[in-house]
Each structure stands twice: as structure tokens, then as C-alpha cells.
């Protein structure tokens, strides 16, 4: 019984990791998109984001190096490339390196709560 608790506990963690990562490649996306925009332009031509979706394996890279992370630690490049594809990169919400790292601490402690819990209760 403690190893399902713990092997649940493993996966949320794991799926928290996932969606920071996410979080900080949805940063440099939007960087990106903001270098492409002119002063003139407000909004993204197809070209250009056909080149920000296709520049993600790059992007992907320098958030690995940045923050030092595993590859295993991201969403697959290809599925994030073809949910892209419908949607509206005009759109993309702004994101804070302080927002994304409180929220993760949050649910760190959350997790490491949850699995002291579960270890006293098997103690008894």
C-alpha cells in the first residue's frame, strides 16, 4: 500500500516538473513572438509563426541548458508542435520566472506534506 502512495506521489511530482518546464518554454515562446513584431505590426504573420513553431526544438534546448533540466522533464516537441498549430500565438499569456517557481514551490510542499502524512500513517 505505501508503494502505490509513494509511486503517485512520484508521478505528481514528475507531472509538476512537466508543466514547469512547459511553463518556462511558454516564456521564451512568447520572447520570441515579441521579437517578431514590428512597431508597425500588432499582430503575428503566418510566416512568423510558422517559424516560432518551428524553432521550438531550439527553444526547448536553451530552457534545458537555462534551468538545467533533463529531456525527460518535457512534453514531447512534436505534440506541443501540432497543438501550436491551432492556436492563436497572439494569445499567449505572459508569464513570470517568479510566478512559475512560487507555484512549483507550492506544490512542492504540497507533495512532501502529502507523503510525510502518508508515511505516519503507515507507521501506525
Given at each position: 500500500?505505501?508503494n502505490t502512495?509513494s509511486r503517485?506521489?512520484?508521478?505528481?511530482?514528475?507531472?509538476?516538473?512537466?508543466?514547469?518546464?512547459?511553463?518556462y518554454v511558454?516564456?521564451k515562446?512568447?520572447?520570441?513572438?515579441?521579437?517578431?513584431?514590428s512597431?508597425?505590426r500588432?499582430k503575428?504573420?503566418?510566416?512568423?509563426t510558422?517559424k516560432?513553431?518551428?524553432?521550438l526544438?531550439?527553444?526547448?534546448?536553451s530552457v534545458?541548458k537555462?534551468?538545467?533540466?533533463?529531456?525527460?522533464?518535457f512534453?514531447?516537441?512534436?505534440?506541443?508542435?501540432?497543438?501550436?498549430?491551432h492556436?492563436?500565438?497572439?494569445?499567449?499569456?505572459?508569464?513570470?520566472?517568479?510566478?512559475?517557481?512560487?507555484?512549483?514551490?507550492?506544490?512542492e510542499k504540497?507533495?512532501?506534506k502529502?507523503?510525510?502524512?502518508?508515511v505516519?500513517?503507515?507507521?501506525?
Open positions: 500500500r505505501f502512495y503517485k506521489i512520484n508521478i505528481l511530482d514528475k507531472r509538476a516538473r512537466m508543466v514547469r518546464n512547459h511553463a511558454m516564456m515562446l512568447r520572447e520570441e513572438q515579441r521579437k517578431c513584431l512597431i508597425c500588432r503575428l504573420r503566418p510566416q512568423d510558422e516560432l513553431i518551428n524553432s526544438p531550439e527553444l526547448y534546448n534545458q537555462e534551468q538545467n533540466r533533463s529531456t525527460e522533464e512534453i514531447s516537441v512534436k505534440s506541443l508542435q501540432d497543438k501550436l498549430r492556436h492563436d500565438l497572439d494569445k499567449l499569456p505572459r508569464l513570470k520566472q517568479s510566478s512559475i517557481e512560487n507555484s512549483y514551490g507550492k506544490m504540497a507533495l512532501t502529502f507523503s510525510t502524512i502518508q505516519r500513517t503507515e507507521e501506525k
